[in-house]
Structures are given as structure tokens and as C-alpha cells.
Antibody, heavy 121, light 106 residues
Framework: DVHLVDSGGDLVKPGGSLRLSCAASSFTFSDYTMTWVRQAPGRGLEWVSSISTSGDYTYYADSVKGRFTISRDNADNSLFLQMHRLRAEDTAVYYC??????????????WGQGTLVTVSS | DIQMTQSPSTLSASVGDRVIITCRASQSISSWLAWYQQKPGRAPKLLIYKASRSESGVPSRFSGSGSGTEFTLTISGLQPDDFATYYCQQYSSSYSFGQGTKLEIK
């Protein structure tokens, strides 16, 4: 069964940095785009960033562009989100999600359990 | 950017009821629309993709319809397990979600 495990969430001060990880298993990781989605406390879902199968192409929401970097290690079946210059409004549960195979339009069919990032002094 | 608007924001219903949730896109997205169910403290679960196609294992009481800018999710014969929050998502151009519809027990 497809499995995604998110980790790395923590309490961090405004302006600080944090790196999230997502460990994938039971599917051919390199065949799928991957995505981060976040959910602020009591709020809805917000797409954050996506990365192509090879890692050559990356996409970001305007709210995080220039501060967050998505990357992947296909040899290790891992997805990452490096977050810099964190703000209070970045406080959220961050989910990694499996996107479609290359060249196919499809939503996110598997999600991690989420990891909580809290930005507060 | 494509904006997604759901209605209602909250819906009160009883077990056995038929409910309809609506999602509107700010521009045409053809049929590139998905519906998710989310329960408190859990990750979202994909129910419907391409507006009307059910994900494997999803009960037949869940159905989706629509194209272009107007879409609906219908749940026929509500079960206790269905009380949750539902989100629509477009994946025609990048990705964006509706604000959610919380389905509550009346």
C-alpha cells in the first residue's frame, strides 16, 4: 500500500528556518510529481509547492515564492521542503501528497499524515 | 489564478438524507475537478476526480457532476461516517481548493 510519512515540523521563531521531509514507500517514487499542501489551524487547504518527477521543474504558491524550496531525492524516495524567513502566517499542518505521473492531469491521491509547523516567538 | 468557491460553508443534515454541495470555478476548468473528504486530525481523502469519476473504494452514495465552472458533489443516503468537511479542488491550471463545506449532524 502507498505510504507517505511526513516529518520535521517544530516550533520556530519568526524569521527562522525549517526543513520538512516526506518518506515515500510502496510505489515507484520517481514516476510521480510530488506536492506540499498546508492547512492553517481551523482553516482550509492551501497548495504550497509541487515538483516534477525528475526535480527539474518546481512550482510555488505566491505566498511562499522566494522563501521555500521544494526538492526530492529519487534514490532515497524522499521529498523535502526547505522553509526560510518563516512568518506567523506559515503556521500550519504541512502534508506531502502524491501528484500525477508525468504528463497526466490528476489530483492528489495519497497524502502523508501531516507535520505541524508553528511559527511563534 | 483560478478561484474556487464552495457553498454552503456549513450544512446540517440527518442520517439518510441526500445532500448536495456546490463548487464554482472563476473560469472554465473543463472537468479537471476533484472532491476530498477530511475528518478532524486526518489527511484529506480523495473521493472523486475528473468531476464525476469515483476513486477506488469510495461508496456509491458519493457522486459528482458538472463541467466548465459549475460542479456538484451529491451524497445520497447519508451515513454517520460521512459527517466531515468536503473540499473541491481544480487541477486544470496549477492547483487551488475551495474553502470547504462542513457537513454537520442535525
Amino acid at each position: 500500500d502507498v505510504h507517505l510519512v511526513d516529518s520535521g515540523g517544530d516550533l520556530v521563531k519568526p524569521g527562522g528556518s525549517l526543513r520538512l521531509s516526506c518518506a515515500a514507500s510502496s510505489f515507484t517514487f520517481s514516476d510521480y510529481t510530488m506536492t506540499w499542501v498546508r492547512q492553517a489551524p481551523g482553516r482550509g487547504l492551501e497548495w504550497v509547492s509541487s515538483i516534477s518527477t525528475s526535480g527539474d521543474y518546481t512550482y510555488y504558491a505566491d505566498s511562499v515564492k522566494g522563501r521555500f524550496t521544494i526538492s526530492r531525492d529519487n534514490a532515497d524516495n524522499s521529498l523535502f521542503l526547505q522553509m526560510h524567513r518563516l512568518r506567523a502566517e506559515d503556521t500550519a499542518v504541512y502534508y506531502c501528497a502524491r501528484g500525477p505521473p508525468l504528463g497526466i492531469l490528476f489530483p492528489f491521491d495519497y497524502w502523508g499524515q501531516g507535520t505541524l509547523v508553528t511559527v511563534s516567538s | 489564478d483560478i478561484q474556487m468557491t464552495q457553498s454552503p460553508s456549513t450544512l446540517s443534515a440527518s442520517v439518510g438524507d441526500r445532500v448536495i454541495i456546490t463548487c464554482r470555478a472563476s473560469q472554465s476548468i473543463s472537468s479537471w475537478l476533484a472532491w476530498y473528504q477530511q475528518k478532524p486530525g486526518r489527511a484529506p481523502k480523495l473521493l472523486i476526480y475528473k468531476a464525476s469519476r469515483s476513486e477506488s473504494g469510495v461508496p456509491s452514495r458519493f457522486s459528482g457532476s458538472g463541467s466548465g465552472t459549475e460542479f456538484t458533489l451529491t451524497i445520497s443516503g447519508l451515513q454517520p461516517d460521512d459527517f466531515a468537511t468536503y473540499y473541491c479542488q481544480q487541477y486544470s491550471s496549477s492547483y487551488s481548493f475551495g474553502q470547504g463545506t462542513k457537513l454537520e449532524i442535525k
